[in-house]
């Protein structure tokens, strides 16, 4: 008897075994429209996970493609630095008309490296040269990216663990209801901060997530965030907003922190910026930070002009009034109700979440990853997230149709039954 076996593939002898999306969905995707992405072989996956929130507006959205097909072919310039363009005048002259005059915000605009840690990094270097402190605070469960900045004023130990050197110049402090309401919000960091016997330096800058979507769709209340930029600006600390996954409409409107009706010093934007998927990332700041001299902070990759122009026809076409973010807000409630209806019907199941990334939790966190494997096998992407995976979050594509919305729902709400009945 021939026994035959299939070969290993590429990816499994040529990648690195650090890949860990293609480990949970061994599927090897070809090509991807709007809400659905579809494998070499045909099959057709709903996408509640969107490039972990690059992707708001779907995949190859058709009027950002119209846009980059024709900036493409009439030879558009593709790499510039930080060189002037029409393309970044452009982005700029749109991003100043829909987003910062409406919402009567003074940015400045800084391109720094194209992706979410590159932004945070600027900001905590920025944070620093303006202060002239070295001290960063950070918040329980946050995620910043991978850097070497960015991770120390990240949570997850073994992240963290991957840097391979101390992490320093940070301090930890409890996200909002990290004590289950046990404590004042603020008890512990006010106390520190003005007590000259603490031990602890008066730091540069506090860097927040208004919802920490890697930590768990952990929430924080809009009083908590008021109570927070008030803390900050009494004692003088700049205040960073991380919107790198939450901006960008991700919870309804364009800015994470608009709920809150506060103005960061400085606010940190990537992966739906571009719009289309494509690497960009833009650090804001109030016009008196911008202390940089010229090129102290820079990347080769900080100028990518098709970036530019994708993202400014998401911001022209989605953006121009509130239409869309009310329909995200919509959806978002969808989700939500939805989620209810899991948590009263199922033990150990409770749901979290503000605008269109929701996570359903469970008290057993093997039960999510369960969940999530069996979604995935009936077609559907979605992720776990939180410090021990306890969490299914979603991120389904802002601009996802009611219908294809509610499929994806359902088969998330039979593999729960199916995992905890």
Same mark, same amino acid.
């Given at each position: 008897?021939?026994?035959?076996?299939?070969?290993? $593939?590429?990816?499994?002898?040529?990648?690195?075994?650090? !890949?860990?999306?293609?480990?949970?969905?061994?599927?090897?995707?070809?090509?991807?429209? +709007?809400?659905?992405?579809?494998?070499?072989? +045909? !099959?057709?996956? *709903?996408?509640?996970?969107?490039?972990?929130?690059? *992707?708001?507006?779907?995949?190859?959205?058709?009027?950002?493609?119209?846009?980059?097909?024709?900036?493409?072919? !009439?030879?558009?310039?593709?790499? /510039?630095?930080?060189?002037?363009?029409?393309?970044?005048?452009?982005?700029?002259?749109?991003?100043?008309?829909?987003?910062?005059?409406?919402?009567? &915000?003074?940015?400045?605009?800084?391109?720094?490296?194209?992706?979410?840690?590159?932004?945070?990094?600027?900001?905590?270097? *920025?944070?620093?040269?303006?202060? =002239?402190?070295?001290?960063?605070?950070?918040?329980?469960?946050?995620?910043?990216?991978?850097?070497?900045?960015?991770?120390?004023?990240?949570?997850?130990?073994?992240?963290?663990?991957?840097?391979?050197?101390? #992490?320093?110049?940070?301090?930890?402090?409890?996200?909002?209801?990290?004590?289950? =309401?046990?404590?004042?919000?603020?008890?512990?960091?006010? !106390?520190?901060?003005?007590?000259? +016997?603490?031990?602890?330096?008066?730091?540069?800058?506090?860097?927040?997530?208004?919802?920490?979507?890697?930590?768990?769709?952990?929430?924080?209340?809009?009083?908590?965030?008021?109570?927070?930029?008030?803390?900050?600006?009494?004692?003088?600390? #700049?205040?960073?907003?991380?919107?790198?996954?939450?901006?960008?409409?991700?919870?309804?409107?364009?800015?994470?922190?608009?709920?809150?009706?506060?103005?960061?010093?400085?606010?940190?934007?990537?992966?739906?910026?571009? /719009?289309?998927?494509?690497?960009?990332?833009?650090?804001?700041?109030?016009?008196?930070?911008?202390?940089?001299? $010229?090129?102290?902070?820079?990347?080769?990759?900080?100028?990518?002009?098709?970036?530019?122009?994708?993202?400014?026809?998401?911001?022209?076409?989605?953006? $121009?009034?509130?239409?869309?973010?009310?329909?995200?807000?919509?959806? /978002?409630?969808?989700?939500?109700?939805?989620? %209810?209806? &899991?948590?009263?019907?199922?033990?150990?199941? $409770?749901?979290? =979440?503000?605008?269109?990334?929701?996570? *359903?939790?469970?008290?057993?966190?093997?039960?999510? =990853?369960?969940?999530?494997?069996?979604?995935?096998?009936? +077609? #559907?992407?979605?992720?776990?997230? /939180?410090?021990?995976?306890?969490?299914?979050?979603? &991120?389904?594509?802002?601009?996802?149709?009611?219908?294809?919305?509610?499929?994806?729902?359902? %088969?998330?709400?039979?593999?729960?039954?199916?995992?905890?009945?």
């Amino acid at each position: 008897m021939t026994v035959t076996t299939e070969a290993p $593939s590429i990816f499994s002898t040529r990648e690195s075994q650090v !890949r860990s999306y293609s480990e949970q969905w061994p599927a090897v995707f070809d090509t991807a429209q +709007g809400s659905w992405i579809t494998d070499e072989g +045909g !099959r057709r996956y *709903l996408d509640f996970f969107a490039g972990a929130g690059a *992707l708001n507006y779907g995949h190859n959205n058709p009027v950002l493609k119209s846009a980059l097909v024709d900036y493409i072919m !009439r030879d558009g310039i593709t790499h /510039g630095l930080d060189m002037s363009t029409v393309a970044k005048r452009e982005f700029l002259e749109i991003f100043e008309k829909n987003i910062l005059t409406p919402r009567g &915000l003074d940015y400045k605009v800084q391109f720094p490296g194209p992706t979410g840690t590159n932004t945070v990094e600027a900001a905590l270097k *920025l944070a620093r040269k303006v202060t =002239g402190r070295e001290s960063i605070i950070n918040f329980t469960n946050a995620f910043h990216g991978m850097t070497l900045g960015a991770l120390s004023v990240t949570g997850n130990s073994m992240k963290r663990a991957g840097a391979g050197i101390p #992490l320093v110049h940070a301090t930890p402090m409890p996200f909002d209801n990290y004590f289950g =309401g046990a404590t004042d919000d603020f008890q512990w960091m006010e !106390r520190v901060l003005d007590d000259s +016997g603490s031990g602890m330096n008066r730091p540069a800058a506090v860097i927040v997530e208004t919802v920490q979507g890697e930590g768990g769709v952990n929430v924080a209340r809009v009083e908590w965030l008021k109570a927070l930029a008030e803390l900050c600006s009494s004692r003088g600390i #700049l205040l960073i907003v991380d919107d790198v996954q939450m901006g960008c409409g991700r919870t309804g409107p364009f800015f994470s922190f608009e709920v809150a009706g506060i103005t960061p010093d400085i606010v940190t934007l990537s992966k739906s910026i571009g /719009g289309y998927g494509m690497p960009m990332a833009l650090t804001l700041f109030k016009p008196e930070l911008d202390v940089w001299g $010229s090129g102290e902070h820079n990347g080769t990759f900080r100028g990518n002009n098709p970036a530019f122009v994708t993202s400014a026809a998401a911001i022209d076409h989605y953006w $121009s009034d509130d239409s869309f973010e009310k329909a995200t807000l919509a959806k /978002g409630e969808r989700i939500h109700d939805s989620f %209810i209806d &899991l948590s009263t019907r199922f033990d150990g199941v $409770s749901a979290r =979440g503000r605008g269109m990334v929701q996570g *359903l939790v469970f008290a057993d966190s093997e039960k999510a =990853g369960k969940v999530a494997s069996l979604a995935y096998e009936n +077609g #559907l992407l979605a992720e776990t997230s /939180g410090p021990s995976d306890e969490v299914v979050k979603l &991120l389904p594509p802002l601009t996802i149709s009611e219908e294809d919305l509610l499929h994806g729902l359902d %088969i998330l709400a039979d593999a729960t039954a199916v995992v905890c009945s």
